[in-house]
């Protein structure tokens, strides 16, 4: 089945320990994401990857960083999370672009940060 | 930063009803595509229309596109206790950014 998982659903942690949530597609495509869901504030791009070993910034990406070694798999990094952090994270792919073809989205990380 | 608008912000329907949801944008698009998010759940694309297209139909939804009024409309019609969701638009323009709204809360009743 076509899909994009992230690990883990839900994660509590404390304050400055550092966390990854990984992200992995079996769909062969070029371009992931990843987004942050806050209520009122909708849907923030925090990084995006082109294809493998290019990442760039989105609107959000303070206190964040990601790498993309192997084309399916993007991890997204808190080197020292913070409370503003709790949130919901979506990893999403796409062939080319999301902009272009649409994204298919991982079934959120709900991040707690105490 | 720029955000998309839908409209109505929550609606609430009868099993059967029909559902129109609208959305509403500011910068020129390549192309606008709607998406489906079940409660804390991730979302899931539905539609993508494209600039040039006015009218784009899938199954129980019918999307439409008004350019010169830079609005879309997402119809779901016969709708069913399972279309019960969030419903997202997010416009594409020319930078490769998807620009989102932040959604119409559906709730159809049994």
């Known amino acids: 089945e076509a899909q994009v998982t992230q690990n883990p659903r839900y994660l509590i942690t404390v304050t400055g320990k550092k966390l990854t949530v990984t992200c992995s597609q079996n769909?062969?495509?070029?371009?992931m994401s990843w987004y942050r869901q806050d209520p009122g504030l909708g849907l923030r791009q925090i990084y995006y990857?082109?294809?493998?070993?290019?990442?760039d910034k989105g609107d959000v990406p303070e206190g964040y960083k990601v790498s993309r070694k192997e084309k399916r798999n993007f991890p997204l990094i808190l080197e020292s999370p913070s409370p503003n952090q709790t949130s919901l994270y979506f990893c999403?792919?796409?062939?080319?672009?999301?902009?272009?073809?649409?994204?298919?989205f991982g079934s959120g990380t709900r991040l707690t940060v105490v | 930063s720029q955000q998309g608008e839908e409209d109505p912000q929550a609606l609430s329907i009868q099993e059967g009803e029909n559902a129109t949801m609208n959305c509403s944008y500011k910068?020129?698009?390549?192309?606008l595509q709607w998406y489906r998010q079940n409660s804390g759940r991730g979302l899931v694309h539905l539609i993508l229309?494209?600039?040039n297209e006015r009218e784009k139909h899938s199954g129980r939804l019918r999307v439409t596109l008004d350019t010169s009024k830079k609005s879309s409309s997402l119809l779901i019609t016969a709708s069913r206790a399972a279309d019960t969701a969030s419903y997202f638009c997010?416009?594409?323009?020319?930078?490769?950014?998807?620009?989102w709204g932040l959604g119409t809360s559906l709730a159809v009743n049994p």
């Open positions: 999403a792919s796409s062939p080319l672009s999301g902009t272009v073809y649409g994204y298919t």
């Open positions: 769909m062969n495509h070029e371009y």
């Open positions: 990857s082109m294809n493998v070993e290019v990442t």
């Open positions: 910068t020129s698009i390549n192309n």
């Open positions: 229309i494209r600039s």
């Open positions: 997010a416009n594409a323009g020319n930078n490769r950014k998807l620009i």
